[in-house]
């Protein structure tokens, strides 16, 4: 900002810093912290021209629309022209258009508003728009009254103490609510909106239906790009004879010392068993794995360390050689828990680990913000929490 005297005067003191940014978020119709980019940029602010004011409103008596339009003082602006819609769940069932005056407007409406759109245009172009937004027939909240709580708890593993908020609630209503058959409606529209932003945010529930639900991590593994990591503390044999022939990318796998060294229990001796008894077998058909070649020293395994080392070697014969894998250090417990999947930029949630997932009732969510999950899981791997497996290939003999 330019004194009279052409030098530089700051417009704000530095303890204004919060004022400034307000300012610029009213004027401009932005949170400019959230959109640094467009700092250093110019913006165009141009007030209307010939409306001082339009204001929308609702007579309940007549049931009319009421729109007031004010002019500036001493212009007087060219034709008018006013366009009103109403919405519903059920779609626009209302339309108007035509000349409009200044001062105050009634429209008949003949029926509670739903979502009212308007438009005040001239012959240069739009001097208006509002909405569609609706209008608050009655407004009901809860209240909660809260009152804190001490716990203390010995004699067990060890001693609990803590503190925990406990809530009374109750629902105020204000106003005259919506009709049941409004409601009704409401709340249906609300539940597809609802369904539609869990498809579009990748949102599954799988219960008892392990092929649904393993078709749906490789299909996900198959569109990666660029890297795959999956975190899985109990990441086994069958998970990998599963989940590694999905894609040409480089898999890379975080297990758990803690399970593999665990001896193996065959409650489905399908991990072990050779479903080919040889590579060969298994190559049989270029573009077909007809089973896993166990082979070698550990045809009777003893521990799921055994187990994945027969899958991974089995996968290396059938010529599927684009994985690493890895065991977080720990014998009794992991440092991490939940089950991960990472595909490119995108990371997701599984509700159980890979070797069960769709057995039961479990879930499989996209994280709306992965890159933080993303960097945490690239340091594992890279960090010497982590050891090595080493796959060692068979001798001839």
């Known amino acids: 900002m330019l004194a009279d005297d052409d030098t530089w005067e700051a417009p704000w003191i530095e303890s204004q810093g919060e004022k400034a940014v307000a300012f610029l978020g009213d004027v401009l119709g932005f949170d400019v912290c959230e959109w640094s980019e467009l700092l250093g940029s110019v913006h165009l602010i141009v007030p209307d021209p010939w409306l001082r004011d339009v204001r929308v409103g609702f007579d309940e008596s007549a049931g009319d629309l009421t729109i007031g339009i004010d002019n500036r003082p001493g212009v007087t602006p060219p034709p008018l022209h006013l366009t009103v819609w109403q919405r519903r769940q059920s779609g626009i069932d209302y339309f108007s258009e035509g000349p409009v005056g200044l001062g105050h407007n009634q429209i008949p409406m003949g029926s509670e508003p739903g979502e009212i759109g308007v438009l005040v245009s001239c012959p240069d172009g739009l001097l208006f728009k509002k909405g569609p937004v609706g209008f608050i027939a009655a407004v009901r909240f809860n209240m909660a009254l809260g009152s804190r709580r001490r716990v203390k708890i010995t004699g067990l593993r060890e001693d609990v103490d803590y503190e925990t908020t406990t809530f009374a609630h109750s629902r105020v209503t204000v106003g005259e609510p919506a009709k049941p058959g409004g409601a009704l409606v409401l709340a249906a529209g609300r539940d597809r909106r609802r369904l539609a932003r869990a498809g579009r945010d990748h949102q599954f529930w799988f219960d008892d239906e392990?092929?649904?639900?393993?078709?749906?991590?490789?299909?996900?593994?198959?569109?990666?790009?660029?890297?795959?990591?999956?975190?899985?503390?109990?990441?086994?044999?069958?998970?990998?004879?599963?989940?590694?022939?999905?894609?040409?990318?480089?898999?890379?796998?975080?297990?758990?010392?803690?399970?593999?060294?665990?001896?193996?229990?065959?409650?489905d001796s399908r991990a072990c068993t050779p479903l080919a008894k040889s590579a060969e077998q298994a190559l049989a058909k270029p573009h077909e794995i007809t089973g896993l070649p166990v082979g070698g020293r550990h045809e009777s395994p003893t521990t799921n360390e055994d187990v994945?080392?027969?899958?991974?070697?089995?996968?290396?014969?059938?010529?599927?050689?684009?994985?690493?894998?890895?065991?977080?250090?720990?014998?009794?417990?992991?440092?991490?828990?939940?089950?991960?999947?990472?595909?490119?930029?995108?990371?997701?949630?599984?509700?159980?680990?890979?070797?069960?997932?769709?057995?039961?009732?479990?879930?499989?969510?996209?994280l709306p913000k992965p890159q933080p999950v993303i960097d945490l899981v690239v340091g594992y791997w890279q960090s010497d929490l982590c050891m090595d497996l080493h796959v060692e290939e068979e001798s001839d003999d």
């Open 210 to 267: 392990r092929d649904r639900a393993h078709d749906t991590i490789r299909e996900l593994i198959g569109r990666a790009r660029e890297r795959v990591f999956i975190v899985d503390t109990y990441f086994g044999g069958e998970a990998a004879w599963r989940f590694l022939t999905s894609t040409s990318v480089e898999v890379r796998v975080i297990g758990s010392q803690m399970f593999l060294r665990k001896q193996f229990e065959a409650k």
């Open 308 to 366: 994945l080392l027969n899958a991974l070697r089995g996968l290396r014969a059938a010529g599927i050689t684009n994985f690493a894998m890895k065991k977080l250090k720990g014998r009794r417990q992991s440092p991490i828990h939940d089950r991960l999947l990472v595909v490119d930029d995108e990371a997701w949630l599984l509700g159980s680990s890979f070797k069960d997932f769709g057995n039961r009732g479990t879930m499989l969510v996209k």
